[in-house]
C-alpha cells in the first residue's frame, strides 16, 4: 500500500462560478436565495442530475431563474453525463513531488476563502494566550509559518524547555481555548 492517495472530484464549476459571484460562499447563498445547500451540493458535485425522466428539477429551475443563466447553459448535459466523477490513485511519497504534479500545490478559491477565515478565527482565539503559550500551540499544531506540525522534542528544543514542560504550557493553552470557545458558543446561543 503507497502513503498516499490523490483524489479528484468533478464537479460543475459553470454553477460553482455563478454561485460565487453572488456570495462568498455556497452556504450563504443557499440562505440568501432560499435553497437547500445539500440539493445545491448535489447538483454542483455531479451527485445528482438536473433532470427527472420528464424534465427539469424544479430545483434546476430556480437556480436558473436565480442566477439569471438558461437552464442548459448552467447544466451541460455532456458534465451530468459523465459516468465517473471521483477517480483516486496511491502514490508513494517518493513519487509526490511538486515539481511532477504542480496541481496539487493550488487551492480552489473557496478553500482560500476558508483557510482565510480560520487564520483570522484562529488569531483571534488564541490572542488571550501567553507569548508562550501560543507558540508552542502555534508549532505543536503547525499553524506556523510553513503549516509543518513540531514534535515536541522539537518545540523543547527550540524553546529550550523540556517535553514535560512543553506539554504542561500546551495543556494550560488548550484549556484557555476550549473555555473560551464554550463561552463563545454559549454567547451565540444566548443572543
Known sequence: MKEARIELKIKNNILYTEIMKRASTVRQFCLMYGFR??????????????????????ISVRLAKSLGMLIEDLFPASLYALEKTEVSIEVSVEE????????????????????????AGMDELVSILTPQERSVIHDQYG?????????????????????????????????????????????????
Open 96 to 119: 509526490l513531488s511538486i515539481d511532477r504534479y504542480p496541481a496539487l500545490m493550488l487551492e480552489s478559491p473557496e478553500d482560500q476563502l476558508i483557510r482565510k477565515e480560520m487564520v
Open 143 to 191: 499553524i506556523n509559518e510553513d503549516r509543518t506540525p513540531m514534535s515536541q522534542g522539537e518545540i523543547a528544543e527550540k524553546l529550550d524547555l523540556t517535553r514535560s514542560r512543553i506539554q504542561q504550557v500546551e495543556a494550560r493553552g488548550m484549556r484557555k481555548l476550549r473555555t473560551r470557545a464554550q463561552v463563545k458558543e454559549w454567547r451565540k446561543r444566548y443572543l
Open 37 to 58: 445547500d445539500g440539493h445545491v451540493g448535489e447538483l454542483l458535485g455531479l451527485r445528482m442530475s438536473p433532470r427527472t425522466h420528464n424534465g427539469w428539477r424544479k
